[in-house]
């Protein structure tokens, strides 16, 4: 069974960091989607970052490219996003989700959320002055 552990949430001020961390286990393959999502009070679920475990360039939402970067630590079997120059609408729950034996569908984030397989936990991020 695949689980998804998320931690590195908190409070940050405008224009500060955090990097978020998702300790996955249980996959039987070297060939997933994994990655960032998130959901802010009264909105709906958004993809905001995701990668292939077996390599290729990662995808990102539009509103995060620059500032957010997401890595993949195979040794650890760990997914990290570093999340830098935050705004108060990066507010939201983060969630690691995993796609298993799947591809990221091109970062089309409506296919590949029907596909989403796993989630963790949730990690709050609180962006506020």
């Known amino acids: 069974q695949v689980q998804l552990v998320e931690s590195g949430g908190g409070s940050v001020q405008p224009g500060g960091s955090l990097r978020l961390s998702c300790a996955a286990s249980?996959?039987?393959?070297?060939?997933?989607?994994l990655g960032w999502f998130r959901q802010a009070p009264g909105k709906e679920r958004e993809g905001v970052a995701v990668k292939w475990t077996d390599g290729g360039s990662p995808y990102y939402r539009d509103s995060v490219k620059g500032r957010f970067t997401i890595s993949l630590d195979n040794t650890k079997n760990t997914v990290y996003l570093q999340m830098n120059s935050l705004k108060s609408e990066d507010s939201a729950m983060y969630y690691c989700a995993a796609a298993v034996d799947s591809t990221c569908f091109g970062g089309d984030w409506d296919v590949l959320g029907r596909f989403l397989d796993f989630w963790g936990q949730g990690t709050l991020v609180n962006v506020s002055s």
């Open positions: 249980g996959f039987t393959g070297s060939r997933n989607c």
